[in-house]
């Protein structure tokens, strides 16, 4: 990285572990070996994990049966025991190494958040306690996911959090290196488990992998990889069930754009919701999607189909959510129907949403009728339609989502 | 309490509930029913929780998973995720029957511990925070058991240390009232699991209070009677599966006295270690027992028999400790063996004590001899003897230790 820190000519380097990356007890230890080896090369090293696989949603189970939708301070309470169980358990496997580590929650590591609880935004990171803990000989164990507000309660960062805190703490402390340790060996042109030709990138950009995150990539969510691009923090996404490099994320160079295609996605977990009728007047698209931001819901695709029918214009409003946000969406919908007048909302979880990524895509025509067209000869219905300059996306039926991403991947990619 | 605080005219009530009164999700539930009761006659709740039973010591599993002696910064990091789910919970179920409820962890609630992890003691609580919480209208969940120290360090208190909160708590927010919830009607005469003929106490001094907690009586350990004691906190020990009054421990009254004997205990949890040919000489016993304290090793019993043999003058010495510090003391023994010379180190994990209270003995003679006159009569070998102006403790045989009870309770209270 360009401010990259040379004290006593050690690298710094920020390392994340994902859930199943320490899933168990000899997990844990692989991982406190792993970062031995680096730490016998003088490097200085800070360790983010997430909570133990498993864990968080044992843990929303457990709150769902006090009560169906938990209120959010306290969920958040609650979920940040899951990576402060981690870390305590990584500091001890690196003790039985014999090597010095203190274990610090988000709070500790001087993670600052807004106070959207269960999403919250990370708005600084005052490091000096990890500094200090580092140039006294540590490794730095810090939880993943979660921080605190100025006013002192705890938060959590939402789906993804933990690559975000590690991305986060690799811009703060200045590090040399950011290493995301998954259980792949880093991305593909499509999830190899559905795709068997799919390939591993040796690199891919930040916009690229913007796309590919943001569509259901199962590898890293779109916000961690929008804050390295944002503050120029080059990661690697690697396995940590091997040595093998992995790929490597940074700011587009020009023989990337050779490529049309860069990969193939899938995601199944966005839910579609249909408004039937909506009066077609100024200002009720603005009116529906304030109320469903304000209560913190993301909204990904939109299409607003022509007006029809006779009488007062109306047209119908489709857009895609998370799913689990379904529950929270139809409050909010049903809350502003009196005022804004639409006959019926329809939910459809069925849903998958293709996608095909690349830069090249940009100077080469003709990528999305030959998407289209592949799909056609699959029998696959496209029900929405969204695209970027560098990404095309369909939303189609979840059923036919892996037969789709297959043909798509053979035309394109092999 | 004398310092009641009353404004408002509502009474502050700090309630405990152990880990089988929030062992699942029902009993949370229950719990927060109670509270409600309360909370309806206008009352301020401040609710300390424990971990939900067999929590710790999942965790404590894992960690030795990790490492057979855990480290102590890590370990008390890791405990700590146990009351914090409570917290969380507690607070969900409170607000699922629409009560304001809001959880702090021991940090948030302002207690401020020594740095001796896994048995921190508690050197102030700011109550700012509680305070305002509860003038806001909220109950508040405070997590037993921990706390942090001056340098941001989470802690915990050790054994016992959830009662210690919610009594340090009730004193420094000057409560009305402390109860402290557990799966019995009160304080009894003996463990009614192993007497059949133990009756519960409507009363009982501090000083009883203390002799039969540190002697095992599972109902509270002593260090938070005594903490009671010297902040003058009257507290309840009731049930939290019934409406039952249960025992008020309080400073003693005059018309205790009358009563020879208040209750017979049996305590399971101490080992007993002999040193063999210890030299006898002066300084020898203190740097022993120094060297335990250091360590923070907590010593009950002592006895050292006479000096025997030929050539140097040596004694043995034998001293009780709890069985989970067994591992550390054997550490901290060998470590001065060649320093203090004595020839071999004897450990005993199947020993058992078993001790008869009461203010009322110090003004009726022969009541040692009356217990001796029963343990032999019951065939039971003595192999230690302690005593106290309002207690007298054996050291027993383990496996004879329920029989032992039983005769003697027969002999003082039946």
Do not use: W
């Amino acid at each position: 990285m360009a401010n990259a820190r040379q004290s006593n000519f050690m690298a710094l380097i920020v390392q994340k572990y994902g859930g199943s990356s320490v899933g168990n007890p000899e997990r844990i230890k692989n991982v406190a070996k792993r970062v031995a080896k680096y730490r016998a090369k003088g490097d200085q090293i800070v360790v983010v994990v997430s909570a133990m696989s498993g864990v968080t949603d044992n843990l929303i189970k457990l709150a769902k049966e006090i009560m169906p939708l938990p209120t959010e301070r306290e969920m958040d309470m609650l979920l940040a025991t899951g990576e402060q169980t981690t870390i305590a358990l990584t500091a001890m496997a690196l003790h039985s190494l014999d090597l010095k580590a203190v274990s610090l929650t988000g709070s500790q590591a001087g993670i600052v958040t807004d106070d959207v609880h269960t999403k919250a935004k990370i708005q600084h990171i005052a490091p000096k306690q990890v500094h200090a803990l580092l140039d006294a000989g540590n490794v730095v164990i810090v939880a993943g996911f979660q921080g605190q507000t100025s006013a002192g309660h705890i938060t959590t960062l939402g789906r993804g959090g933990s690559d975000l805190t590690a991305i986060a703490l690799a811009a703060a402390l200045k590090a040399d290196l950011c290493q995301i340790y998954t259980d792949v060996d880093g991305v593909y042109t499509a999830d190899p488990r559905i795709v068997p030709g799919a390939r591993k990138l040796d690199e891919i950009s930040y916009d690229e992998m913007l796309e590919l995150a943001s569509l259901g990539a199962k590898v890293m969510q779109s916000r961690s990889v929008e804050f390295a691009k944002n503050f120029g923090v080059i990661f690697e996404v690697r396995s940590s069930l091997n040595d093998n490099p992995g790929t490597i994320v940074k700011e587009e160079t020009k023989n990337m754009e050779d490529v049309v295609i860069r990969g193939v996605s899938l995601d199944k977990h966005q839910a579609k919701v249909t408004l039937v009728a909506v009066p077609d007047q100024p200002g009720v698209a603005a009116r529906i999607f304030k109320a469903l931001g304000d209560a913190s819901i993301n909204v990904d695709m939109i299409v607003q189909n022509i007006s029809h029918g006779a009488g007062k214009p109306a047209t119908d409003l489709s857009f895609t959510i998370d799913k689990p946000d379904l529950l929270k969406t139809r409050k909010v919908i049903d809350g502003f129907k009196a005022e804004i007048g639409y006959r019926e909302a329809i939910a459809d979880e069925n849903i998958g949403k293709l996608s095909i990524v690349g830069v090249g895509m940009r100077s080469h025509s003709g990528v999305a009728a030959k998407m289209f067209e592949t799909l056609a000869r699959e029998g696959v219905n496209i029900e929405m339609i969204s695209t970027s300059e560098i990404k095309i996306s369909v939303v189609i039926e979840l059923t036919k989502g892996e037969q789709a991403m297959k043909a798509v991947h053979a035309a394109f990619l092999e």
